[in-house]
């Protein structure tokens, strides 16, 4: 918008509610207000839930493929893909399933290696919120936390503890 030599005026307004950026040249002015907004800022931690019953360690890059996909087939059912998590056995390593349904084209499942912690668990999610989330974390592993097939999920990269994904589930008959 600018270069170095156009300056960029800043007013404040005496009650200091808001502030006003001024950009001037020859070809064109701007003008941009921010205004301070009244009231506390919303506790959203409330929202993240604090403890789940399965955790699955997947490959991002795995699980953001098979999310694309399914994603193609979820486009004829409100964008809902289905995640199922089965724990691993002895010699096998554990499973998670990705699916979709379309009416008129058919069924997509896609399963990926999981280390699983806890017990089997199902849910489902919008395609493009899972896709969201997975479009920024897709280097590394990342887990997903589950409570159930209603409450929220959370989807955070293995080892990184400033980062996590709140995801709301879809209601579906499995």
Known sequence: LTDEDTPVEMMVNPNRS???????????????????KQGAFPNYA????????TRAT????????????????????????RLQVQPGEEL???????????????????EIDAAVEGEAS???FNS???QDVLNVLSDGNV????????????IRPV???NYVHVVMPMFVQW
């Open 58 to 81: 997947v490959d991002a890059r795995e699980f953001l493929r098979e999310t694309k996909i399914a994603a193609i087939f979820a486009r004829d059912g409100s964008g809902i893909v």
């Open 122 to 124: 199902k849910i489902a």
């Open 92 to 110: 096998t390593p554990g499973r998670l399933q990705i699916s979709a349904r379309a009416e008129e084209v058919g069924d997509n499942n896609g």
């Open 46 to 53: 409330q929202l993240i839930p604090k403890q789940h019953t």
């Open 18 to 36: 808001s502030v006003l950026f001024r950009v001037v040249n020859k070809d064109y002015e701007v003008e941009m207000v921010a205004q301070l």
């Open 159 to 161: 080892g990184s503890e």
């Open 143 to 154: 887990a997903l936390e589950t409570q159930g097939p209603s409450q929220p999920g959370v």
């Open 128 to 130: 493009k919120y899972l």
